[in-house]
């Protein structure tokens, strides 16, 4: 394209430079962009085209359409040049470049250096220092595969191998380097690179010179979660953004990277994109200008033109371009010289920020036929057409093997030729294929090809001193190590290999993704005919093979194979005879023969040997004693199965088939799966990984249990005696079973002894109930005699814990199916179709079956189908109450296969068979019942889904024994926690079972038809289905008793036939609590009549005239009344079904009624009245006591007679509803049981009822007593005792005061209730709830229905108006004290007031907070008018009840108690209140004057107000009493003058003496007597007053605290002390209640506050609880807090009492928990050496460093060098320090603990010779100073003035040296 060209479009031509036109003419000999004319000018004018015409004519029509093929030419390497901006794909991401796709097949490189600058900056802080930088991240996590880049090519290089490099740079200062701040428009789309994370977004390098970019994070939000999953963006990753805005002329530039502006982006000439400016990646929209095969011409943004070739046609439309056609094109590349511009119709490019999706071609390396040429560039190569009909394309160096053998003339289109594909082009989406023979018949095309241990031929390339370089393909190079050129180390390698010479070598190693291949040329290697190991599985015992040793070392050779695998051949292997220095013997690089003894492949480890290659004369002499030898204790070997004998199978241990013997019980860890293992296993059969127990004369015993295989791989069981020390874990089996005990074996053939005592955590009668020989165990070493060589084990669960039960639980259960799993592929191998039918059988399969017949149990057989021998069973359970007969067709689930029986347990339950497959959570908890028990393990079905899931029986090696009470049945119902989502191929689901409490009994009807379980159970009954009788009702028959059961008797008649007799049919009158079944025994013989019967299989009765009665079981009454009766009376007894019979029953009506169980999941007591009368009592109608409610299966045992209250039927109607607690009539007045259903904040309880009815609770009748959280005990379910205040709405008006519930207990009412204004009388003290803070006032509630106003001025002492300051000081739901100051009835208005001065409270504002004080007079002033008035009517009030002479019948008295008003549950403590109250009053009206001791009382008693008045006198009589009243302790003055004792009692002890004295004595008593009794009084309180003021006061008594802990709740402190207190008086309990009231009160918030109580908590259960207690404590603290901190504050607390096994044990389950925790080494390590165990503190930093990483482990060295130097070895302290700091020399912070640890610990000469090291390095000045500062310190203190002389010299000398160097 002509240099004329326009770059500013909109007006003036652009200049030519005189130096771009000898650029132009340079290029044009080989220019393959050479376009014609006709695209020179962007606004091709007329008088430009003129010489292009005539030059056209001239030239020949040959001419002319080679110049078109010409100008379509695609690229080639010789066609970029430096500084070509050009659209990239990644193809491959390596650790330091990326490996970039061009268009037409070529292929460039980035190095990491050409990211961006910041990136750069960030690798070269990265080389300074030694620690990995947390922000600096790998190419291949920045860059993935397939994502388009804009690139800039800075060189095209030549390598040493003569081939073409092309060098990238995706730098945004590069790429974007031709764009200008001034450039910049909104709606650009740029790519750039993240520079920087900020607050508020990213600093993007958009590599335009004085703009800054910034993307905010709002913008980045949408591309974090789609394309970054979530994770924030790094520095140096790679972005498309359009520009959002321009401030400042480009200054400031703000970005967008969200995915739809991104890819709709479009290039328009409103951003006046010029072709200087012109990026890769725009997508632009064009008109096609000229259509030819090879390729179009595009006109776009109107005045620039472009090429496409053909290989960037969008491949849909291909052909179907025309002339003036629109399309949308994406910019390729731009020539930085002739402004040449190829564009892509491609769609995958038309979307930006895409990234390519096809990035390989499935047939990569096939060699194809007969490929047609589709066209020929004679510059750059060929197209083909493949036979799928795509695209292929070769270039021209790989058309021919050699420039001379090429023909242009043979790739005319059509030409067919042969090729291999050799690489994908994922920018153009064709493959490059090559026609070279050598690449067509190469062995190897790639390095993914080569695998280790083959067999390859190369050419020497090259030999250097690190070895030989061996072309193995056209781009495989192999390097043969030194030690690899022969079978022995070559001195002068050149002597025997020559460059060019084909070699055969053998491939040691290929790593694909690094290009590393390492060969051997070693001829023993690579002509062994032995199997190659190329992988650790492959090493399997005793196979033989070669290998050369890589190290020899004193205890034994290292012998490396192929894929760097490695095994160790110890010291004793290494020969027959002993060899004492293997360095003299064997040599690096030795070829060697080795046999393989033992591999752990998850370990990566492999034991050898070389004894195998021993004399073969000599081997053979002594075979007989080598193979015997063969085999050691605690090897692991294969086996084949030679045949069986009674106890077990005879085996050959291989390879030497030496004879041994395997135990059927040594098969399996699980009992029952022994014997199905022996039953399976056959001659022939091999077994891996078997363990070598004991051998003796040549009789070798094995062992195939994988608990004990595993050990004995993981190394953990001790070899000799003096391993094994108390407290260790081990894993055996059990050896013999004593009446004293079991002897338990281990792996390596040491036993010990777990005695009768500490086998179980069980009471063992019998230790064979307990265990079995053979059984695998966990046993705990509890004592050791290291001279008898024994031991005593335990093997109690609590202290063989192999983990959390769940995980151990689900590890056997996966284990015991695997095994099972194992046993039916055993099967699936024998030839008979019964087997094989029986293994493909899994549980969960639905089969449709055809009853064969129902057997005398109840059960079903189904026939055997095509199956001869095929065995199905349903039991009676199973048959889910169906109607079978023979013949008929079932669809059953299969629940089992038994394996020994040959049967199969299937289960006709619908909900089973119709079971719904959803997909379930895993760890989500189902009820399920249990379907089928094995052995080990249980299948039960989920309730919701029916799907079937198995669950361990035993949650431990050892749990193998259980109660009867403790066995699970069929039926019953379980909780199970779901581990596994889907049944795989066991056919089930795997789960775990939940709490033991959650199981619930079997349930085999609907509740609407419940069978009695004794009766489905009892096999006397199901007996007598098959006999017939003869008995009418009403006759009289015989009978002897059977079985005696709670609720029934079962009698045996004549013929065998069996009777029942009901519980309600024994006695006519039934003391209540007895049972009536008591009275018959067993043997007994009794006459009865017969009063009905009962159908077998729906248990009704049935009529006499029913066909099936004569099959019915007799229902029989030996009640004296039935059988005096008449045989035709009797008669109708049972003719009325009992649905007539329950409607007979009437509400209200008693009766007696017989328990028959209690329902957990439906929470009520099932009754029956009569055999076909049943009942329900719900829970809360059982009784008024919560002991009751809370075990009622304690309280009622089975067939106890009752006597109920009949409530009304069931929802049902099948049922009679009863009560234990009389008629259930929800009434005013009466006292019931409800349940919470809804707690309301701030309002109350909303309680249900089991009638139904709802009622509500306010939160003034929650209790008695009002606190600041009235509703924080109260949970929804929980259930209240509430007596009903009203029922005259549809929802109750209830109370929960005990006074009100409880009303005998007469305890004292410290807030009584005020349910109307009538209830409020002034002067009263009173507490209630705030309510809002209004303008004229503070609301306060002081009852349902009242509330109070206090006005401003009587709500604080302190001036504020503030409303900040009310809402938090004063918030909705306080509680406060207020004294009422008026009642006006008619406008239903009570004030109040809070100040001090009228409650005694402190001020409802701290005075911390410093406000001004009310002044006096403002509120005397305020308060003046209405004092007056109040006085007059004071007096009058008191002159009439002098008057009176009977206070307690006044009608104003100051406090009447509600409960006299109602009459119904009178008070006596109201009423002396009220004597009380009058009496003062009565002495107050005569010393009015001088009356300020009273009026003191007054101000402070809860019944009395003083007037404001009186205080003016106060003032002038006793000054000194007014301060001493403004108490800011919270003491509440609730009790009489008189009761007033020096000792401060508590609040409930004030003495209720004086109450109970009559009026009269009250009145005998002169005035002078009054008086004194009142000074007497005055002193006490004053007494009481100065105490309590005292702020040095300790408090002495449980209420002191509370008082404490009430006004700071959340003082962890104060609560400590409480419990300090309670643990003084050994009060253990009390204490404990404290802790938990604690835990309950602090806020949730103070979390140190709350870990504070729970260490408490972990103390005392430490030092007076049991390891149970502390255990469970423990286990909640976790649960509530920071883990960390309580498994640290427990081991501390272990540690300070002296429990140092304990703190260890629990230092070992840390390690294991929280292994990246460098706090829990650290504190071990100094645990260890505070008990002197410094080698153990030694393998514990060793640990430490193993299992942190690596940026941890300067300060794990530093921290146990401290610990070593304080409590351990200083000299070694100090080894680690020198240690750390020579790999770290410039960590000062080391420097600064070292130089601290020395100054404590060491002599002051080994300081300074460290300072003076320090101030040597080469430091930062900063850090240097800080270094001199401390040296001057230290001899400041510590040295003479001229050794301080010295440092400071030593300075100045640092300092003139810093800054010459700066000047230099």
Known sequence: ????????????????????????????????????????????????????????????????????????????????????????????VNELELVISLPNGLQGFVQVTEICDAYSKKLNEQMSQEEPLKDLVSLPELFSPGLLVRCVVISVGITERGKKSVKLSLNPKNVNKVLSAEALKPGMLLTGTVS?????????????????????????????????????????????????????????????????????????????????????????????????????TLNFLSFFTGLVDFMHFDPKKAGTYFSSQAVRACVLCVHPQTRAVRLSLRPVFLQPGRALTRLSCPHLGAVLDDVPVQGFFSKVGATFRLKDGSLAYARLSHLADSKNNFNPEAFKPGNTHKCRIINY???????????????????????????????????????KSYGMLVKVGEQIRGLVHPMHLADILLKNPEKKYRIGDEVAARVLLCDPEAKRLMLTLKKTLIESKLPAITCYADAKPGLQTHGFILRVKDYGCIVKFYNDVQGLVPKHELSAEYVPDPERVFYPGQVVKVAVLNCEPSKERMLLSFKLLSDPKKEHAGQSQKKRKAVSIGQLVDVKVLGKTKDGLEVAVLPHNIPAFLPTSHLSDHVANGPLLYHWLQAGDILHKVLCLSQSEGHVLLCRKPSLVSTVEGGQDPKTFSEIHPGMLLVGFVKSIKDYGVFVQFPSGLSGLAPKAIMSDKFVTSTSDH???????????????????????????????????????????????EERQGVRSLMSTRDSVLFQTLAEMIPGMILDLEVQEVLEDGSVVFSEGPVPGLVLRASKYHRAGQEVASGQKKKVVILNVDMLKLEVHVSLCRSLVNRKDKKLKK?????????????????????????????????????????????????????????????????????????????????????????????????????????????????MVTGTVKSVKPTHVVVTLE???????????????????????????????????????????????????????????????????????????????????????????????????????????????????????????????????????????????????????????????????????????????????????????????????????????????????????????????????????????????????????????????????????????????????????????????????????????????????????????????????????????????????????????????????????????????????????????????????????????GKKEPQKPPGKKRGKRPRPESGSEQDRGNKKQKEA???????????????????????????????????????????????????GLD????????????????????????????????????????????????????????????????????????????????????????????????????????????????LNVWVALLNLENMYGSQESLTKVFEQAVQYNDPLKVFLQLADVYTKSGKFQEASELYSRMLKRFRQEKAVWIKYGAFLLRRGQAGASHRVMQRALECLPKREHVDVISKFAQLEFQLGDAERAKAMFENTLSTYPKRTDVWSVYIDMTIKHGSQKEVRDIFERVIHLSLAPKRMKFFFKRYLDFEKQHGTEKEVQAVKAKALDYVEARSSVQED
Request: aromatic share 4%.
């Open 196 to 296: 920087s994370l900020e607050d508020h977004g990213y600093l993007v390098d958009i590599g335009v010179g004085g703009a800054r970019a910034f993307l905010p994070l709002q913008k980045a939000q949408e591309y974090i979660k789609q394309k970054n999953k979530g994770a924030k963006l790094k520095v140096g990753q790679y972005l498309n953004c359009v520009v959002e805005e321009v401030k400042g002329s480009g200054g400031v530039v703000s970005l967008s990277i969200a995915h739809s502006e991104v890819s709709t982006a479009i290039a328009s000439e409103e951003q006046n994109w010029t072709l200087n400016n012109l990026l890769p990646g725009l997508v632009v929209k064009a008109e096609v200008q000229k259509v030819t095969p090879l390729g179009l």
């Open 1055 to 1449: 013929n065998g036939i069996i009777g029942c007799i009901h519980a309600s049919h024994i006695l006519d009158d039934v003391p209540v609590g007895t049972s009536p079944t008591a009275t018959l025994k067993v043997g007994k013989t009794v006459t009865a009549r017969v009063i009905g019967g009962r159908d077998m299989k729906t248990f009704k009765f049935l009529p006499i005239s029913h066909p099936r009665f004569v099959r019915t079981i007799p229902e029989l009454s030996v009640r004296p009344s039935e059988l005096e009766k008449d045989g035709h009376t009797a008669l109708d007894t049972h003719s009325v079904s009992p649905l007539e019979k329950i409607k007979h029953y009437q509400a209200g009506q008693t009766v007696t009624c017989f328990f028959k169980k209690y329902n957990v999941i439906k929470k009520w007591l099932e009754v029956e009245m009569a055999p076909d009368i049943r009942g329900r009592i719900p829970l809360l109608l059982t009784s008024l006591s919560f002991k009751v409610l809370k075990h009622p299966d304690k309280k009622f045992q089975i067939g106890q007679a009752l006597k109920a209250t009949v409530v009304g039927p069931t929802s049902s109607k099948a049922f009679l509803c009863l009560s234990l607690i009389g008629p259930h009539r929800l009434e005013k007045g009466e006292v019931a049981m409800g349940r919470v259903v809804k707690v309301t904040p701030r309002k109350g309880l909303t309680v249900s009822f089991p009638s139904g009815r709802i009622g509500t609770v306010s939160v003034f009748h929650v209790s008695d007593s009002y606190s600041e959280t009235p509703l924080e005990d109260f949970t929804p379910q929980q259930i209240v005792r509430c007596y009903v205040l009203s029922a005259a709405s549809d929802v109750l008006t209830l109370s929960l005061r005990s006074s009100r519930t409880n009303p005998e207990t007469k305890s004292k009412i410290p807030d009584p209730e005020i349910n109307s204004i009538q209830d409020v009388q002034e002067g009263q003290l009173l507490r209630g709830y705030v309510e809002s803070v209004q303008s004229q006032g503070v609301l306060l509630g002081l009852g349902p229905s009242v509330v109070g106003l206090a006005r401003h001025p009587h709500v604080s002492q302190y001036k504020t108006s503030k409303k900040a300051l009310y809402n938090s000081h004063l918030p909705e739901g306080k509680l406060l004290t207020a004294k009422v100051l008026r009642v006006k009835h008619q406008k239903k208005l009570v004030e109040l007031s809070f100040l001090p001065g009228s409650t005694g409270k402190p001020d409802v504002f701290p005075a911390s907070l410093g406000l001004p004080l009310l002044e006096q007079e403002e509120r005397r002033i305020e308060a003046e008018g209405r004092a007056s008035k109040r006085q007059e009517k004071e007096k009058r009030n008191r002159k009439g009840l002098e008057e009176a002479q009977l206070p307690s019948q």
């Open 1485 to 1535: 009206a005569p010393v009015e004057e001088n009356d300020s001791g009273v009026e003191v009382y007054y101000r402070e008693g809860e019944e009395e107000v003083e007037e404001k008045s009186v205080l003016a006198k106060e003032k002038q009589t006793r000054p000194a009493e007014v301060p001493r009243l403004q108490l800011s302790s919270s003491f509440v003055w609730d009790v």
């Open 771 to 817: 265990f079995v020989e053979g059984q695998t165990v966990a046993a705990k070493v509890t004592n050791v005699d290291e001279e008898k060589q024994r031991m005593l084990l335990s093997l109690r669960l609590s202290d063989c814990s192999l983990g959390d039960l769940p995980t151990t639980s689900l590890l056997l259960l996966s284990q015991c199916l």
């Open 425 to 463: 082009s994922q920018m153009d989406e064709l493959a490059l294929v090559s026609l070279r023979t050598s690449i067509i018949e190469a062995q190897y095309l790639s390095y993914h090809d080569i695998k280790p241990g083959a067999l390859v031929k190369g050419t020497v390339l090259t030999i």
């Open 923 to 1035: 760890g989500s908890e189902h009820q399920a019942i249990v379907q089928h028990l094995e052995e080990s393990f249980a299948v039960a079905s989920l309730v919701e889904t029916g799907q079937l899931a198995a669950f361990s029986l035993n949650s431990h090696l050892n749990d193998t024994f259980r109660f009867d009470s403790e066995k699970l049945q069929v039926g019953q119902g379980v909780s199970l926690t779901l581990k596994t989502t889907e049944p795989g191929v066991t056919g089930l689901l795997l789960a775990v079972e939940g709490p033991v409490a959650k199981r619930t009994l079997r349930q085999t009807r609907k509740d609407s038809e419940t069978v009695d379980e004794d009766d489905e159970g009892s096999p006397a009954l199901a007996v007598g289905t098959s006999k017939k009788h003869t008995f009418s009702i009403g006759d």
């Open 1539 to 1650: 009761s007033l004792t020096p000792a401060l009692p508590p609040r409930e002890e004030s003495s209720d003496s004086e109450d109970e004295k009559p009026q009269q004595a009250t009145k005998r008593k002169s005035r002078k007597e009054r008086e004194l009794e009142k000074q007497r009084a005055e002193r006490e309180l004053c007494r009481t007053e100065e105490a309590l003021m005292d702020p040095a006061r300790q408090p002495e008594s449980a209420d002191d605290f509370d008082r404490l802990v009430l006004s700071s709740p959340n003082s962890s402190i104060l609560w400590l002390q409480y419990m300090a207190f309670h643990l003084q008086a050994t009060e253990i309990e009390k204490a404990r209640a404290v802790a938990e009231r604690a835990l309950k009160t602090i806020s949730f918030r103070e979390e140190q506050e709350k």
């Open 1 to 92: 394209m002509s240099t004329m060209e326009e770059s500013f479009p909109r007006g003036g031509t652009r200049k030519t430079h005189k130096s771009e036109k000898p650029l132009q003419q340079s290029v044009e000999q080989d220019n393959l962009f050479d376009i014609s004319t006709e695209e020179d000018s962007t606004k091709r004018k007329k008088k430009q085209k003129g010489p292009t015409i005539t030059k056209k004519l001239k030239i020949e029509k040959r001419e002319s359409s080679k110049s078109v093929k010409e100008k379509f030419e695609i690229l080639s390497i010789e066609s970029l040049c430096e500084g070509m901006r050009i659209l990239g794909c990644v193809k491959e």
